[in-house]
């Protein structure tokens, strides 16, 4: 190590880790997806379809406005946003039944397994989210975003807040086989609590504040502030939704290290 020069000291841990990680997507994509017809692009177009499928059953059944809101954005940002983190949260929790042979490999840990899902959950959702925004601006639905940085802000604070919440339930979820059946009536249950179906401004003030002390409605209401400018009124506090990201993922790792001596590599 004496002889390498400092940032390479550095940055080699780093390099190590992200190749692991980037191998580690690429088999996912390959188990899960396979290598002919579609292949990749159903990462993107699995999210895509449902997303344009509930736009479309909402254009029929509701009005073109709700509230002053014009229902394809509103209903874009809600739904995109609700399943980045199902997905995250679904695909995490069966991630280390599915793997755990990768960990007779030394370079593998549980923690770059569940990396590698929610990173590629997050990149999917992604570009399904980009897709449908286009699809909606050339409708002429929505137009550019009003508040950019608001916008990725908000995005990624979803992220890593449904990676939190997906480190912490399947840390849960090793310790205690009933979880794999909670689970999702959990994250069901995060639906009408997450705010994508309605916004925070339209329910009574002493009920708004009670609502906002829940976590997942503030990116959420990020990303809408971002996609409607000040047309829209939005409610959210940043500081408080990164406190929570931090929260979650940090009591996610430690229950996942403390539960390592449960997790036998066959």
């Not at 909402?58 to 983190?85: C, K, N, Q």
């Not at 995005?155 to 979820?173: E, K, N």
């Not at 504040?209 to 000040?230: A, C, D, K, S, T």
């Amino acid at each position: 190590m004496t002889d390498r020069p400092l940032a390479f000291a550095i940055l080699s841990p780093w390099t190590r880790h992200s190749r692991v990680v980037g191998a580690l997507m690429m088999r996912e994509l390959i188990t899960r997806y396979g290598r002919r017809g579609l292949g990749f692009v159903w990462l993107i177009g699995e999210p895509l379809l449902f997303c344009l499928g509930v736009l479309v059953l909402w254009s029929i059944i509701r009005p073109d406005h709700e509230h002053g809101v014009r229902l394809g954005p509103f209903v874009m940002t809600g739904y995109m946003a609700l399943l980045l983190f199902r997905h995250q949260i679904s695909f995490s929790l069966a991630a280390l039944q599915s793997n755990i042979g990768l960990l007779h490999h030394r370079a593998v840990t549980a923690l770059h397994i569940y990396a590698s899902r929610n990173l590629l959950e997050f990149l999917g959702a992604t570009g399904a989210f980009v897709v449908v925004y286009a699809i909606l601006m050339t409708l002429g639905q929505v137009s550019l975003p009003h508040d950019w940085l608001l916008l990725y802000f908000g995005w990624i604070i979803l992220g890593l807040m449904g990676m939190g919440l997906a480190l912490t339930l399947s840390g849960l979820a090793v310790r205690f086989e009933v979880m794999e059946r909670i689970v999702p009536l959990l994250t069901y249950a995060l639906i009408p609590l997450s705010g994508v179906f309605f916004m925070a401004d339209w329910l009574p003030p002493a009920y708004r504040e009670l609502f906002l002390l829940i976590p997942l409605p503030h990116p959420v209401e990020m990303i809408r502030g971002g996609v409607f400018g000040e047309f829209v009124a939005t409610h959210y506090d940043p500081v408080y939704a990164l406190t929570w990201c931090g929260v979650l993922n940090l009591l996610g790792l430690a229950l996942l290290n403390g539960a390592k001596d449960r997790i036998d590599a066959e």
